[in-house]
């Protein structure tokens, strides 16, 4: 998905999606607008064949609650 994207000099890439949505509200700041992109409404995620449980907005809510106790 970031081929043809020269990262050294316009981002990054984290490639475990709840590490990404972690790191994306640890940067976020008041007033910020976060996008998860890809899945929808999928509420699973499949990595190598093999599905599990995963739903962006459980997680993204979690991410934040977290963020909030800091």
Known sequence: MVAGIDLMEKGFVVNDRLAAIDFAVA???TGDCL???GKG???GQEVNGVITPFDDRIELADSIKQALKK
């Open 27 to 29: 940067q976020a700041s």
């Open 35 to 37: 996008l998860v992109l």
């Open 41 to 43: 409404h999928e509420s």
